[in-house]
């Protein structure tokens, strides 16, 4: 490609609209431009990364079996409800009318259409397994798109699903995601983790989410140092053992009569705990929730936060959010800041944490006033005790007891076993060997094409630019003529370029009379890995240089051994990846 009958138009600011770095760059190095929130051009180059990276997923899902094709974004609200989901979906689901006032949706996921086309089509036993994906434009009307392609309305995404005869089955096409998944990202040339992620209400561990790891990521992991254990931390899970014992009371304390104690205008922990000069893992915090419409109590220790995620499943509630302060005055009779379990009428949850406790503190629910020397048995009882919190890092791995760590990732890809979710309630049967009727066991799998792209550069750039991995760069080598008005510099170049192009290599070529600097600019912002610089200075030894992106120095080399030199660094640099 000629850089000046090409189109990438560079801002040399960083655009103040944009928060993260894959935002300003994509932005910055003319990859994409915004249209509305959270929906976006792909502007020449950009789109190239995305062709790339749809390109990857596409032979490693066609190695794996899967069989493409294209579904509707455009569908009928009738086959949402069979599924139920047109009412539960919520307001990421863009709904509107044709011109027969017919109810429709442009889908933000595929399992009601693939499940239709499956139930007509699929009807015995000896036509599975199956899997169907497409390469497609979804629209979710997030109620917060940011971050550019990270989080946008419409955008692109693979979506699979697996069709089997039973669990097994479903098992094995789960497996063979999960490692079609693993080649795809490391083709891709990015750094990620697998971990276990929320199965909702389908529960199991039959989730994984795939998660680029950058520290600027939405997602917190966490993963053990010992073993293979990785989690996503709405996820992670803690032994009830190590929650009990892990207790900061003191256990061998005799129970102490209860008594109130002022503390005005106390509120929060750090407030409550100075005041009294306690430790946080000497007080319960209670929280009172709104699951459905019944308001709920939740106790955890002082030093600890609920899981939402585990709250959430653990009642099986559609939703569940902290009670407004009204509601919480209403069934603590106190303004917020002071509910306690110590009379509470109505539901109380508790975290394991909680169970070996004595003589705590916790709020009085009355306005200024808590209660010291609370004991659970004595003065409240629990109706369940489950694991409730989150994971901290004095907690030790589910699996092995080993230490964990934290760290932060991108949500790229999310494979997810359905069972019968949609093939029950959309009655895709088949019939088995026996002549028996059986719904099909399903599994879902998503990779997000634009979110890949912009994890890439969240987690490769310099305050120079871009440093692409070679195998979704825009190109793979940049070659820049810095004085286009001499003869042999150009010369050079050009040849260099065509010889490039014969042999199947992505180059863009800066034929702008443009400064150096610009040039060096540009080509620095773009983030292709390998810069093939001609000068005048050079040349007069009939020398060029080349220079990797990733690294700061370059190395000179004979214009005649120009080309197997860049082919070579080429080649190398996609060794290294693979
Ligand atoms: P998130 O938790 O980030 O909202 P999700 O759980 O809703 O993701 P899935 O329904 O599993 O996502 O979609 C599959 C993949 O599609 C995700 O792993 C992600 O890479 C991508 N994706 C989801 N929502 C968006 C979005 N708003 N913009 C860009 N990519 C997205
Ligand atoms: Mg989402």
Known sequence: MRYSKYFIPTYREIPSEAEVVSHQLMLKAGLIRKLTAGIYTYLPAGLRAIRKVETIIREEMNRAGAIELLMPAVQPAELWQESGRWDLYGKELLRFRDRHNREACFAPTHEEVITDLVRREIRSYKQMPVNFYQIQTKFRDEIRPRFGLMRGREFIMKDAYSFDVDEEAANKSYERMYEAYTRIFTRCGLRFRAVEADTGAIGGSYSHEFMVLADTGEDQIVNCLKCQYAANLEKAEIRPLDSASATGSQGDDKPQPMEEVK??????????????????????????????????????????????????????????????????????????????????????????SIKGMKNVVTGANKSDLHLKNVNIGRDFEVDRFADLRLITPEDNCPRCGGQIAFSRGIEVGHIFKLGTKYSKPLKA????????????????????????????????????GIIFPIPISPFEVVILPLQMHDPDVKETAEGLYTQLMKKGIDVLLDDREERPGVKFNDADLLGTPVRVTIGQKAMKEGKLEIKLRSEKTFTEVQVGDALSAVLETVQRLHDSIQ
Do not use: W
């Open 263 to 352: 503390t005005p205008d106390i509120r929060t922990v750090d407030q409550l705990t100075q005041f009294l000069s306690i430790s946080p893992r000497q007080l319960i915090k209670t929280l009172i929730y709104e699951a459905d419409g019944e308001p709920i109590g939740v106790l955890v220790r002082g030093d600890h936060e609920i899981n939402e995620t585990k709250l959430k499943n653990f009642l099986g509630a559609e939703s569940v959010e902290l009670a407004p302060p009204d509601l919480v005055e209403e069934v603590t009779g106190a303004p917020m800041g002071f509910a306690g379990p110590v009379g509470l009428k109505i539901r109380l949850l508790a975290d394991h």
């Open 429 to 464: 049967f088949f019939l088995d060997e026996r002549g028996e009727e059986r719904p099909v066991v399903m599994g879902c799998y998503g990779i997000g094409v634009g979110r890949t792209v912009a994890a890439a550069i969240e987690q490769n750039h310099d305050e120079h």
